[in-house]
């Protein structure tokens, strides 16, 4: 059983929006901060954003804030990551990560 499995990267144009998903399980979820990364092609893989246990705080990459939003769903044992505005630098492989644990990835391409 693979603890985080990442969905929803696909190709958009610029200006479109994306909706990541996360799926986690083998841990408990609704103890743990949770994040978003990403690594664009050829480059370190970077924050994106990230979200308490409760979702009661969050906290965004500065190229990200006021386009991105995350969130999750305890219930669920699922992470969002809801992308408007995107632009070409946003292309990468989006990855989420908690409890030491990393997905493998979902790639995310901007380009018109």
């Known amino acids: 059983q693979v603890p985080l499995v990442e969905s929803g990267g696909g190709l958009v144009q610029p200006g479109e929006s994306l909706r990541l998903s996360c799926a986690a399980s083998g841990f408990n979820f609704k103890t743990y901060y949770m994040s978003w990364y990403r690594q664009p092609p050829g480059q370190e893989r970077e924050f994106v954003a990230g979200i308490s246990s409760s979702g009661g705080a969050t906290n965004y990459a500065d190229s990200v804030k006021g386009r991105f939003t995350i969130s999750r769903d305890n219930d669920k044992n699922m992470l969002y990551l809801q992308m408007n505005s995107l632009k070409s630098e946003d292309a990468a492989v989006y990855h989420c990560?908690?409890?030491?644990?990393w997905g493998q990835g979902t790639q995310v391409t901007v380009s018109s």
């Open positions: 990560r908690g409890a030491a644990f």
